[in-house]
């Protein structure tokens, strides 16, 4: 089982993926703080080659550089 999460920075255009497997019920945490800890928690999570699709993933962060904003959701 597991709690997994999917995250995603874009920057410039490029999309880095990365993955937790027990991440998804501290999303609401780990985005509290702002943006510079929220790219440093995401980036020191686990480099991923692909996004989870709903089945297996219960929660993430799509954090938007270029853009300027994040989404995140949680499955319950």
């Given at each position: 089982m597991g709690d997994r999460a999917n995250y995603a920075i874009r920057e410039n255009g490029q999309v880095?993926?990365?993955y937790s497997h027990w991440g998804a019920t501290t999303i609401a945490e780990d985005i509290f703080w702002g943006p510079p800890k929220t790219?440093?928690?995401?980036?020191?999570?686990?480099?991923?080659?692909?996004?989870?699709?709903?089945?297996?993933?219960?929660?993430?962060?799509?954090?938007?550089?270029?853009?300027?904003?994040?989404?995140?959701?949680?499955?319950?």
């Open positions: 880095e993926l990365f790219e440093a928690f995401i980036r020191g999570s686990t480099p991923a080659d692909e996004w989870l699709d709903d089945v297996w993933a219960q929660g993430g962060i799509a954090f938007d550089k270029d853009r300027r904003s994040l989404t995140y959701y949680y499955a319950e």
